[in-house]
């Protein structure tokens, strides 16, 4: 969980007062805040402060809105995107949506209607924190697991390997699987010979294959 002097945010409008306005408030509300007038500003920003979260509007000269949020969803997909709009601009939000914004607000931005945002864009983030820890914890647990195992194996093998006495192992078809290297000299038969081609009453005679 991220604490809420550790929020870090990222301000994207064209208009200054509104970036200084916003700035204040957020910063009042206990937010690490950053600002840029464009989108490549923005980009550059993200790439060196890392921000968990981002308020862009649509309007931005140059690159816009959604340009912005095509690349930065690209280059960092754990982001939490706000997009600010206007009431009127509802299919650039919708297209916001589908590019994977989470949120949006309409212009003039109301300031409760922001930190309930914020709010909700700090849930998504830490979930999607949680998911991606809880992937790694688990591949890790695997990957250990997969190692032990093949060491268990490894050391089986060895031990096999190394029997004096001679060792045979057959599947359910009595073909056999194993066969060690005291076997070998035992009966005279190579490994090529023997695993996976041959089954066990082929290689004793009738009374031996009794006992078996």
Known sequence: ???????????????????????????????????????????????????????????????????FLKSIKKAYPDNEVIVATGNSDIENALKSFRLGAADFITKPINDDALLAALERAKERYNIQKKLQDYTTLIEERWMDTSEELAKTFNFQERLVESSIDGIIGCDYDRRVIIFNNSMEKMLGYSKDMVIGKMFLYQLFSSLEWEKF
Not at 34 to 52: F, H, V, W
Request: aromatic share 4%.
């Open 1 to 67: 969980m991220i604490g809420i002097k550790d929020w870090k945010l990222l301000l994207i409008d064209e208009d200054e007062e509104t970036r200084k306005a916003l700035s204040v408030f957020l910063e009042d509300a206990g937010y690490i805040v950053l600002t840029a007038a464009d989108g490549e500003n923005g980009i550059k920003l993200c790439r060196e402060e890392s921000p968990q979260i981002i308020i862009t509007e649509i309007d931005l000269p140059g690159m816009d809105g959604v340009g």
